[in-house]
């Protein structure tokens, strides 16, 4: 069967920024009216803060020496400054001075450093600057390299020191004093961006950096090793052994670095977190960063905003490190990406590669559920509208089309990478020539290339070749077909090939975000209304529908897109420019910025937030195990008193268990109970011979009393408490999980005397996922309606049971029958366990109007009167109306204790980590000589 390719669902409408900026404003006061800590700051992390730091001379600069600098120019990569030998024709990357001599001045006992703006991620920077109309802000990052100016004495770094004719060089950070790094962090405190300064208006608030220092091996193996030669060209679908060997991981050799660096950002973002303050983390750069921020900060309300594409499960899964990087995104509250792919991708491969489960809002991991969501990236249109508006731009666009006078122009900007697909764009257009001649010598295709962070000799000489092939094969003396210029343009150039085009083609293999598009639909709103073909695989695909969307493998496809492009008429160039021309307005730098703030803001404070559960204090449990005259204590068994495996016949209990319940249960003042959801026959087996432990079987529907003084001589029996409810469900219910057993491979039905579970955890996850949704759909509509049963959705399985049966019905009914217990303990793990600990939300503090206290009334639960006990069972006369009772035991003396981890989402009081430390717990009540400590 062919295969069929599925859009993504279409990007949500999004609201002006205005009515964006009214919403935030009312959700933050929507949040502090509930009593949820809203600061009005947001932290942002991103790899390097967006200043370029230069330590200059300590000698007072000379006319002479400001005039050598002069404006500078753009630099060759905008980036990255990379260490090159440059010739008197390389364009330099000098650093910019400040416009008067005053500020130029140099305090001859300090330091001087001087700063500009960083070139690159320019719309993740507009978008942060927006957001200063209506929040404080702070950008964490990197200091990046800092670079050494005429004149200072500071050591070069080793891999600069061979570029003698480099003006500016970076500095070996284990070179710099204290002093220097104070007197930047000083300098940068003051800073504010010239081209884009923070305050703008008088009602902006501040913006501030916050400089994260690392050494250069760390930020080095972090950045060119671990980001570059292993998470970028996977998250763009390079495997390595397809990429040139200068990016070939060897056996994780960066990971330390990259975790180092991590847990640097982590810690500079503790440092200057404030209680409410909202924290964006930004790219693959920092994926560890949330569970690192989340063990420092328990509380803080975190995002992940991701820029990059992200892979198939298929592809992400090559990764050795594939879930401890997965564990680290999901500290975040909220994970975003740019678009509805890559978000189902990661939701994917948080299932596949974790075992996690997948609900609708997100990604549960151990009930803390990580909301996951996509909102596109757009550009500073206001910003492109008034460069557009240079006067330098009119002469270019006149110079070009004298130049191509009479020909189609087509244009396409990409940097020098093996995912922007620019060998495929030129295999194309020389397709179009073979397949259309009429275009020969009527059609021009400008190609400008940037270098790249990871320029390759190969590539670079495969494109000059390919280029050369196509001009010698199709131009002539007077015509040159292709035009490839592998430099930085500058921007009236850039803006005025953009305008003239007859059509632009940016044709990456797969792409993030692609700012080149945008910025060609707002140029082309002014001049001719060309069209756009666009790779499908651009995260910026989605968005701009009216683009012709191809997929630049198809050679053929590409072909037939750009001569219809070149031929389409007028009338239907400015439809498709009238609705492309309105997404990029509408989804813009600074609508994507509100939109994440809004988002969080939508997450944060509610009942799927992560919240801190604390410790079990085990000093305070040894006090009040110890003054109570009578003791209630349940115990869930999987994942409790033991742990959770593979195969459910091999949780066997452990010696030191056994030990603790034999030790528990022989105390005359307590009572032991162990309720589970395994059947009576498996207790029995292995709890058997525990003859003072009472036992619940199948989440509450066979209860076996404990035996004891109270009750010697009479043989302990189940008690089944489903006898008086309608079970002819079971049967119906039963057919429908095998209808779906046989349409789920590995799946199958486990049919127990109370109720019928359907289990999937050996079927593939995402299809036994879907099946489960779609059997829970048709048990809640047509079956539970009809009869008194309900469906609880449990780990990989789907279960069906009496609607009066549930382990919180047997803890009400425990509680009932042992009102006069002073002290009570419950453990549990998983989802079933958290009716018992909502059952134990009745013993609250009750006061009288004098504001003494008072007992707590406690009326009979239904599952008291569902079976008599084995005494009563004897006596034929009519079983005794209930009546309410007093519960004795303080809220303080309730121990209702989940395991697992601390932000787990949890009714319980209290938590621990593995089911070893409930036994633990145990035995130190148990031992009056144990030491007087608690769990840090």
Not at 260 to 281: H, P, T
Not at 475 to 487: E, T
Not at 763 to 786: I, M, R, Y
Request: with cysteine.
């Amino acid at each position: 069967m062919a295969a069929t390719t599925h859009p993504d669902p279409p990007i949500p409408l999004i609201d002006s920024l205005d009515n964006l900026r009214v919403s935030i404003s009312k959700l933050q006061e929507d949040h502090l009216s509930k009593g949820v800590p809203v600061s009005g700051r947001i932290i942002h992390v991103t790899h390097y803060i967006p200043i370029v730091a230069t330590l200059e001379s300590n000698a007072p600069p000379t006319a002479s020496t400001i005039s050598e600098h002069g404006v500078p120019t753009p630099p060759r990569t905008p980036d990255r400054e990379r260490s090159l030998t440059l010739t008197p024709s390389t364009v330099l990357d000098i650093p910019r001075p400040t416009s008067s001599l005053d500020e130029r001045s140099v305090e001859l006992d300090g330091p001087k450093w001087s700063l500009r703006p960083r070139r690159g991620h320019s719309a993740m920077n507009s978008g942060i600057q927006s957001l200063c109309a209506t929040h404080e802000q702070v950008i964490v990052g990197w200091t990046g390299d800092l670079k050494k100016g005429p004149g200072s004495d500071v050591e070069l770094s080793e891999e600069n020191t061979s570029s003698a004719t480099i003006t500016t060089t970076s500095i070996a950070t284990g070179a710099l004093t204290e002093t220097d790094k104070a007197a930047l962090e000083e300098k940068i405190a003051s800073y504010q961006d010239p081209i884009e300064p923070s305050s703008s208006s008088a009602s902006s608030k501040p913006l501030s950096y916050a400089p994260v220092w690392l050494n250069d091996a760390t930020a080095h193996g972090h950045y060119d090793g671990y980001c570059k030669t292993t998470l970028w060209p996977l998250f763009h679908y390079l495997l390595w052994q397809d990429v040139t060997t200068e990016l070939q991981p060897v056996d994780d050799v960066h990971w330390k670095a990259y975790v180092k660096a991590n847990e640097a950002y982590a810690k500079k973002v503790a440092e200057v977190y404030q209680a409410g303050d909202l924290v964006w983390i930004h790219d693959y750069h920092c994926l560890l960063v949330p569970k690192m921020l989340r063990a420092l900060v328990p509380d803080a309300y975190i995002g992940l905003f991701v820029h990059t594409p992200f892979p198939s499960s298929e592809v992400f899964r090559c990764l050795p490190k594939r879930k401890e990087l997965l564990d680290g995104m999901l500290g975040a509250n909220l994970v975003c990406f740019n678009t509805y792919s890559y978000a189902r991708h990661f939701s994917s491969s948080c299932v596949r590669v974790c075992g996690y489960e997948s609900t609708s809002n997100g990604i549960d991991v151990q009930g803390q559920v990580t909301t996951v969501l996509y909102c596109p990236v757009g550009i500073d249109a206001d910003r492109v509208e008034k460069d557009l508006e240079r006067p330098g731009i009119p002469p270019k666009m006149e110079a070009v089309r004298a130049l191509y006078q009479g020909k189609k122009i087509i244009v396409g900007r990409d940097k020098l990478d093996v995912v922007k697909g620019v060998v495929q764009k030129l295999k194309a257009f020389e397709k179009l020539l073979i397949d259309y001649p009429e275009w020969r010598g009527k059609v021009v295709l400008i190609q400008v290339t940037s270098p790249s962070l990871t320029d390759s000799p190969k590539l670079e000489r495969h494109v000059t070749e390919l280029v050369s092939h196509i001009n010698g094969e199709y131009g002539s003396l007077d015509f040159v077909p292709v035009h490839h210029y592998h430099q930085t343009i500058k921007k009236d150039e850039f803006y005025a090939l953009l305008s003239v085009a007859d059509l632009a083609l940016i044709t990456p293999l797969r792409d993030g975000m692609n700012t080149t598009s945008m910025e060609y639909i707002i140029s082309q709103e002014r001049t001719n209304k060309s069209p756009l073909v666009l790779s499908e695989f651009m995260g910026t695909s989605p968005n701009l529908s009216q683009a012709l969307q191809v997929n630049p493998w198809d050679l053929g496809d590409v072909t037939r897109q750009i001569n219809y492009g070149l031929r389409m008429n007028d009338v239907e160039k400015s439809h498709r420019q009238a609705a492309l021309y309105k997404s990029v307005r509408m989804h813009t730098s600074h609508t994507w910025a509100a939109v994440l703030v809004k988002m969080l803001l939508s997450v944060v404070g509610n009942e799927k937030s992560a919240k801190q559960t604390p410790y079990l204090d085990r000093v305070k449990l040894r006090a009040k195990y110890a003054a109570a005259n009578k003791r209630l204590l349940m115990f869930d068994y999987d994942g409790t008193l033991t742990p959770i495996v593979k195969t459910p016949s091999m949780a066997v209990p452990s010696k030191q268990t056994l030990e603790a319940l034999q030790k528990l249960s022989s105390d005359p003042k307590n009572v032991v109970y162990i309720i589970s959801g395994r059947d009576g026959a498996f207790l029995d087996q292995h709890l058997g011979h525990l003859s003072d432990v009472g036992f619940s079987a199948e989440h509450g529907s066979f209860l076996k009393e404990p035996g004891g003084p109270g009750l010697a001589g009479i043989q302990r029996e189940w008690a089944n408490l489903t006898l008086s409810l309608d079970m002819s469900w079971m049967n119906e219910v039963r057919e429908i999980f095998e209808y779906y057993t046989e349409r789920t491979t590995g799946s199958f039905v486990e049919l127990k005397k109370s109720s019928v579970t359907w289990h999937y955890r050996a079927s593939d996850p995402d299809w036994g996922s879907f099946q489960c949704k779609q059997c829970l759909d048709l048990l809640e509509t047509n079956v539970a309606p009809k009869r008194p049963i309900e469906v609880l959705v449990g780990k990989m399985c789907l279960e069906v049971r009496p609607i009066a049966i549930n382990k919180g019905e047997i803890v009400k009914r425990l509680l009932y029958n042992h009102s006069d217990a002073e002290f009570i303990f419950c453990a549990g793990d998983d989802k079933t366990d958290e009716d018992m600990f909502r059952a134990l939300q009745i013993v609250i503090p009750q006061f009288s109007p004098n504001g003494a206290s008072t007992p707590n009334r406690m009326e009979p639960p239904i599952s008291a009167s569902l079976s008599a006990s084995p005494a009563h069972s004897a006596n034929t006369s009519p079983k005794p109306e209930l009546q309410p009772v007093d519960l004795l035991a303080d809220p303080t003396c309730v121990f209702s204790t989940s395991v697992g981890p601390s932000t787990k989402k949890t009714l319980a009081k209290w938590h621990v980590t593995t089911p070893q430390e409930i036994v633990e717990s145990i035995l130190e009540a148990l031992d009056e000589d144990a030491p007087e400590k608690s769990h840090l």
